[in-house]
């Protein structure tokens, strides 16, 4: 009897240290990560979704998965689709050709500076991105609350642009802008201007990588914080 007695006290205490020990450890696991889900990103574009002249870590997409999953939410490397130097129908063919998911999380697209810079016309830019956008909604579930069009930055301002005429080069990226808005408020999508921001580079080169052209980790994290903090706001707590 004494020996079950002395069992059930050493069992008893081993409860009371061990209990709380799980419990602090279920609520640091908790602090870590807000639920199981592992969620996925996709990524569609050209030199500035990609990141030209960094290091992948520093483009827009993975600084917002780092940002989301700093938070406490558990998000996959993103999956780009993207190169320096597409235009809408060249992403569109380079989609059609990629091993991709039927659906993912959150998707953003920024396309349209090739566009522009190869002189094609607005015209035939708007029916190319709708289509685009059309996909990116397809891949996002079909929930267009969880698709983010990002406008195109003006390289105008930039050292690149100079001995160009840097007001006309402003005026077609707005024209495409316009363009690019308007259908994403047909879609219903979120519609991220980044375009002021980029025009400061015209004055800090801080915002520019050594190229003179495409932008910095610093200007992509601008970016990827006003990306994350939408996606933010469609995670569960």
Do not use: C
Not at 104 to 114: C, P, Q, R, S, W
Not at 155 to 170: K, L, S
Not at 173 to 198: M, R, W
Not at 201 to 216: E, F, N, Y
């Amino acid at each position: 009897m004494r020996q079950k007695l002395i069992r059930f006290i050493n069992s008893s205490r081993t409860v009371t240290i061990v209990f709380p020990v799980i419990l602090i450890f279920i609520v640091a696991m908790k602090g870590t990560f807000r639920n199981s889900k592992t969620y996925t990103y996709l990524a569609l574009g050209d030199s500035y979704t990609i990141g030209e002249q960094v290091e992948s870590k520093h483009n827009f997409p993975h600084q917002v998965v780092a940002i989301l999953n700093k938070k406490g939410f558990d998000f996959a490397d993103p999956i780009i689709v993207a190169q320096t130097g597409w235009t809408t129908d060249e992403l569109a063919d380079a989609i059609s050709k990629a091993e991709l998911r039927t659906s993912y999380d959150f998707v953003t697209l920024l396309i349209g500076v090739n566009n522009q810079y190869r002189g094609r016309t607005v015209t035939r830019y708007i029916p190319e991105f709708e289509s685009l956008l059309q996909k990116a909604i397809q891949f996002a579930g079909n929930d267009t609350s969880h698709v983010i069009v990002l406008s195109i930055p003006d390289w105008g301002v930039t050292p690149f642009a100079n001995n160009r005429n840097r007001q006309q080069i402003a005026k077609e990226i707005d024209t495409f802008n316009t363009a690019n808005k308007q259908v994403s408020e047909n879609y219903k999508v979120h519609y991220l201007d980044i375009t002021p921001g980029t025009r400061e580079a015209g004055k800090d080169t801080s915002l520019l990588t050594s190229d003179g052209l495409h932008p910095s980790a610093k200007e992509y994290s601008r970016w990827a914080g006003r990306i994350a903090a939408i996606i933010e706001n469609k995670l569960p707590l």
